[in-house]
């Protein structure tokens, strides 16, 4: 049976898709699709949906360059609504924030909430793009030039700081340096060329298999 038979489109051929940053996790947009849309999404890799306001097809990005490749298609338990697995190009809302959720309800007000898990996905964007434009006086090109000694370097001696900076008792230090030590981490990925979704795979691996299973408390993969 085609999977589309198993969805539930409403009285105007509809039905909602949650599109999901595949590396973090994060909700980006909530939009619609009809069965043209979700065909052509699985046939060119890229989301498609359905706009509702100008009754016509449209792929994510077609104007502001800011596509989502779809890594998976899933559908829910009833069959009403479906979930686009993305890799986010630039920022996923028309505000131009990364997510169009990015107000939170706090006693009754509404306040700006940016998730802090998007943060490494931000990074390795621009570190991506420092090393594939090399701009002038930019640190991120200083180290590609030097190379993947000196980025090595780099990752040892900030690791380094962070030790010391843990012997403080003051948390300011520590963070700093953590945050720096990530960076060129994020540096020595990218020189790697090992993206950042195979760190993702390798610690689901380790924890997510296990904390999804009932009565499983996952310590047994932690090792």
């Known amino acids: 049976m085609d999977w589309l038979d198993e969805l539930r489109f409403d009285s105007a051929g509809l039905i909602p898709v949650v599109a999901q940053e595949r590396d973090t996790g994060e909700v980006l947009m909530l939009a619609y699709a009809n069965r043209e849309a979700l065909e052509r999404t699985l046939e060119t890799g890229e ?36 979930l686009y697995r993305v890799r986010q ?18 006693h009754d007000a509404l306040t700006l909430a940016e998730p802090a898990a998007d943060i490494l996905a931000r990074l390795e964007d621009i570190v991506r793009e420092r090393d594939e434009t090399r701009p002038e006086g930019s640190y ?15 990752v040892g001696e900030e690791a380094t700081e962070v030790v010391i ?11 700093s ?12 990925l990218r020189a ?14 380790r924890f997510g298999k296990a ?8 310590v047994d993969r932690s090792s």
């Open 47 to 82: 989301a498609h949906y359905y706009s509702r306001s100008r009754s016509a097809l449209w792929r994510k990005g077609e104007t502001s360059g800011h596509v989502q490749r779809v890594d998976e298609v899933r559908l829910d338990c009833d069959g009403d609504s479906v």
């Open 89 to 106: 190009t630039g920022p996923a809302c028309h505000t131009l924030s990364r997510s169009c959720f990015f107000r939170a309800v706090e």
């Open 140 to 154: 991120t090109s200083y180290l590609f030039e030097k190379g993947i000694d000196k980025i090595l370097k780099k």
């Open 165 to 175: 900076a843990a012997k403080n008792e003051a948390n300011a230090p520590l963070r």
């Open 177 to 188: 340096e953590v945050a720096d030590l990530i960076f060129h981490l994020m540096v020595l």
């Open 192 to 205: 790697r060329s090992l993206p950042l979704s195979e760190v993702w795979e390798e610690l689901e691996g």
């Open 211 to 218: 904390s999804r299973i009932p009565g499983s408390t996952g």
